[in-house]
């Protein structure tokens, strides 16, 4: 891949992947030169799928493809603040960086998907209530791995108090592993933005609204005095590249969809038409990273027509 230009791969495995299928499938993207493999944190499908043979935890498996892979980035789009309290999940996330030897990335978001909490017994509160247990989240687990060795860290929220803790275990990125936000709000979404991500992602939207969710989350950045640029600008895109008509509508018929919603709301068509519409979306929005949605994870032919005919042109 291009320097400065990623494309990474990410993964549904609630739609219905094994700990095996995924393996496969970051092994095959290590080995043909993607930057990144991410995985979805959700606990129950989507759709008219089975799901079966069942959900796999997000962070279990990315331990797991920590001893597995060696140069592959790995994260969430995005972890469910719902699902685990922030003190825990900063020391699950610094042990599997520890684990990766540094190549580990939290993306993190309030959580939205009511049914799978049902399904598990997860509380699931208000959306204010849940936007604001996950403001606190953000400042706790960014405090906690900010926190220099030796010294102790405290919270005392509305939601969570810390007290005396010794801020253990530490990443091996310092100051921290890479935090991804993403989202639509208009208002607290890029303010927390502003405050706290690295990387501010947008999944599966036009580019329209896209570029102006970026510039409010410039505009938060210019109100607390932070420069725009240090964020990471990236989206998400379902992919269904072919190298013909016939290719393109056998893998949409794969994953259930239509060719032509595809290439209006995906990233679909031939490698040229790939190409183009990547550079439509860097021209109107100055993303550098395009997340990969990958829908059929036996399609490993998929991965490499793109790493062959799409990558080497941007």
């Not at 592959?72 to 922030?86: D, I, N, Q």
């Not at 998400?236 to 595809?262: F, M, N, P, Y």
């Amino acid at each position: 891949m291009t320097e400065n230009f990623k494309l990474r791969i990410f993964t549904e495995p609630q739609q219905g992947a094994t700990y095996d299928d995924l393996l496969r499938v970051a092994k095959h993207a290590e080995a043909t030169g993607y930057d990144a493999f991410f995985r979805s944190d959700h606990y129950l499908k989507m759709g008219s799928v089975t799901g079966e043979p069942g959900p796999t935890d997000a962070w279990v498996t990315l331990a797991g493809l920590a001893r597995e892979t060696s140069r592959l980035r790995l994260g969430t789009l995005m972890t469910a603040g719902t699902f685990r309290l922030p003190g825990p999940l900063a020391i699950a996330v610094a042990q599997v960086d520890q684990m990766s030897g540094g190549r580990i990335e939290l993306g993190l978001g309030s959580g939205w998907y009511e049914e799978e909490h049902t399904a598990y017994g997860i509380p699931f509160p208000s959306l204010k209530e849940r936007f604001d247990r996950y403001a606190e989240q953000l400042e706790i687990i960014t405090g906690l791995w900010a926190t220099p060795p030796g010294e102790h860290f405290r919270f005392d929220g509305e939601h969570y108090q810390l007290a005396d803790s010794p801020a253990l275990p530490k990443p091996v990125q310092r100051p921290r592993p890479p935090v991804l936000i993403g989202g639509l709000g208009k208002k607290r979404t890029p303010e927390l933005a502003a405050r706290y991500a690295d990387e501010f992602n947008l999944p599966f939207i036009d580019v329209d609204t896209a570029a102006a969710q970026f510039e409010r989350v410039g505009e938060a950045c210019r109100a607390i005095g932070r420069d725009a640029g240090e964020i990471v600008r990236s989206a998400a895109l379902v992919l269904c590249v072919g190298k013909d008509e016939q290719d393109i509508a056998r893998r949409a018929e794969a994953i259930g969809r239509d060719v032509e919603e595809l290439r209006l709301n995906g990233l679909a068509g031939t490698p040229a038409e790939a190409v183009d519409k990547i550079g439509t979306w860097r021209e109107r929005t100055g993303i550098t990273r395009l997340y990969l949605q990958v829908l059929d994870l036996s399609d490993l032919d998929h991965l490499d027509l793109v790493a062959s005919e799409v990558a080497p042109q941007l």
